[in-house]
């Protein structure tokens, strides 16, 4: 099985920045994609940026040029950088690691979630 804990959110001010760490840990297959989604009140949950075991990342539009995703294989850990946060992007963030097995279908697994509010 695998477990995964995030930490690093928080309360900011507009303008201000937040370092999101998840760490899986358990029997994780080697090729994966480990991703960060959020949920704000009131709407449904997107996708915000992914990054493959090879490298490939993906970003949602609202984001790109603020945040930055990135992963420590040999720690199976996630990272998301949030500069230049804005009031919207308040949500209760959601890290995500999906293996990429020879077999269909294959599992997700999902962090505990964690707040990050950016308000004056």
């Known amino acids: 099985q695998v477990h995964m804990v995030e930490s690093g959110g928080g309360l900011v001010q507009p303008g201000g920045s937040l370092r999101l760490s998840c760490a899986a840990s358990g029997s994780i297959f080697s090729i994966n994609v480990m991703g960060w989604y959020r949920q704000a009140p009131g709407k449904q949950r997107e996708l915000v940026a992914t990054?493959?075991?090879?490298?490939?990342?993906n970003y949602a539009d609202s984001v790109k040029g603020r945040f930055t995703i990135s992963r420590d294989n040999a720690k199976n850990t996630v990272y998301l950088q949030m500069n230049s946060l804005k009031p919207d992007d308040t949500a209760v963030y959601y890290c995500n690691l999906r293996p990429l097995l020879p077999i269909t279908p294959t599992a997700d697994y999902w962090g505990q979630g964690t707040q990050v509010t950016v308000s004056s």
């Open positions: 990054i493959g075991s090879g490298g490939k990342i």
